[in-house]
């Protein structure tokens, strides 16, 4: 078999324009999160909230060492571990992935290859169904219904309580300190993201946030996927909003609207500011329309 000068030369080039292409997305990305700090707010003895870039993480601390909820972009790994470190040091035992979405699972590789990971049967399929995890991303204990967490001396419940958000969502819940991660479950005042596509579900989403209140005390403290620290009448309202936003298509469809026409009426005024960047008015009806 004969090959040309020519077709090294062009074989040569393209793996040329690829690495250069794979470098200039990686400067990118970490361009993107250059200037993102890692904020750590301490809600107990042994245990923090820890926000940056994506959603919010939870990290349980004290002798048993380190644990950590879901853990952000894979360009914040070094500024996660420097901030985990600033509270003690070492890197965490285990890390839980409140579900697969890469805002909350794209350090995983980082933080896998010295730690656990843990999470609902649906998280470990769908990462490993993209070709571009690496091992050391998957979970390694993967549950149904849930699992409980005995460290830094308290039950860490971990709980699947069915499609929502995903159809591999879980909350967790620090049983002694009361407090509350909810992952993507909660967006604190905003329209949330359902991803219909992923096995989420519009009621399915409600009735798991109306099953998380159920269990919280006036002192809980709730710890959203996105936004800031909050409270049980936090999440009440924000499942009011659920409530008020189903009952409000269920009678769009029944009275047989459109959605280009559902669109353009908009919704009821008291709801329009929950609006935001990622889930806009127009998209939050899409959702509601699609998933009932």
């Known amino acids: 078999m004969k090959i040309s000068v020519k077709h090294v ?3 040569l080039s393209y793996s040329a324009l690829l690495a250069a292409a794979l470098i200039t997305n990686s400067v990118i990305a970490n361009d993107r999160f250059k200037d993102v700090e890692i904020q750590p707010i301490k809600l107990s003895d042994s245990v923090y909230m820890f926000v940056g870039a994506g959603g919010n993480i939870g990290v349980s601390v004290g002798s048993d060492g380190l644990l950590m909820i879901d853990d952000q972009f894979a360009p914040l790994a070094n500024k996660i571990s420097a901030a985990l470190n600033e509270l003690q040091t070492g890197t965490p035992k285990f890390i839980i992935n409140t579900h697969y979405h890469g805002d909350h699972t794209g350090a995983n590789a980082h933080f896998g290859s010295t730690g656990t ?9 769908r990462l490993a169904s993209d070709e571009k995890t690496t091992p050391e991303a998957l979970p390694v204990i993967t549950y149904d219904h849930g699992i409980t967490v005995h460290f830094n001396g308290d039950a860490l419940k971990v709980r699947h309580m069915g499609p929502g958000h995903t159809d591999g969502d879980s909350v967790v819940i620090w049983s002694k300190a009361d407090i509350v991660h909810m992952g993507d479950l909660f967006f604190k005042d905003r329209f949330p993201y359902i ?6 579900s519009v009621k399915g989403y409600r009735d798991n946030v109306a099953s998380a209140l159920s269990d919280m005390t006036d002192n809980t403290k709730v710890i959203p996927g996105h936004g800031d620290l909050a409270n049980k009448s936090d999440l009440a309202r924000f499942k009011h909003m659920l409530d008020a936003s189903i009952n409000w298509m269920r009678d769009q469809k029944e009275s047989g609207i459109a959605l280009k026409d559902i669109k353009k009426q908009g919704l009821p005024a008291k709801w329009k500011d929950w ?3 990622f889930i806009s008015e127009d998209k939050w009806i899409e959702t509601l329309y699609k998933g009932l």
Do not use: E
């Open 9 to 11: 030369t062009k074989m």
């Open 117 to 125: 990971i843990m999470a609902h049967h649906n998280v470990l399929k």
């Open 275 to 277: 609006s935001w960047n």
């Open 195 to 200: 991803d219909l596509s992923a096995g989420g």
